[in-house]
Nanobody
């Protein structure tokens, strides 16, 4: 079993920054392909970022590219999401997710790709 616990959410003004953390336990963290997703009220959960096992490859949708940075520290069993230049439309509950596959499937943007999810952390960006 894998446990994922997010932290770092909060209220920030537009243009500000936040760093989210997701601590993993239960299995070898370096074997997980990790992702971040978000869900705004009334909307579907959407892909925000993903990172490969060693951290050498990262993936973003156009909506956050250049503003968000995903990183990981396998020694601390933690994945991070640095969010800069935040906009009100970034307001959502942010979730981290773990994919236990050991090969690259290319579907890192799909919710169905991930096996474990955290409970989420609220990010609110005021205008």
């Amino acid at each position: 079993q894998v446990q994922l616990v997010e932290s770092g959410g909060g209220l920030v003004q537009a243009g500000g920054s936040l760093r989210l953390s997701c601590a993993a336990s239960g299995r070898t963290f370096s074997s997980f392909f990790m992702g971040w997703f978000r869900q705004a009220p009334g909307k579907e959960r959407e892909f925000v970022a993903a990172i490969s096992w060693s951290g050498g490859s990262t993936y973003y949708p156009d909506s956050v590219k250049g503003r968000f940075t995903i990183s990981r520290d396998n020694g601390k069993n933690t994945v991070y999401l640095q969010m800069n230049a935040l906009k009100p439309e970034d307001t959502a509950v942010y979730y981290c997710a773990a994919d236990v596959r050991t090969f690259f499937s290319g579907s890192y943007y799909s919710l169905n790709e991930y096996d474990y999810w955290g409970q989420g952390t609220q990010v609110t960006v005021s205008s």
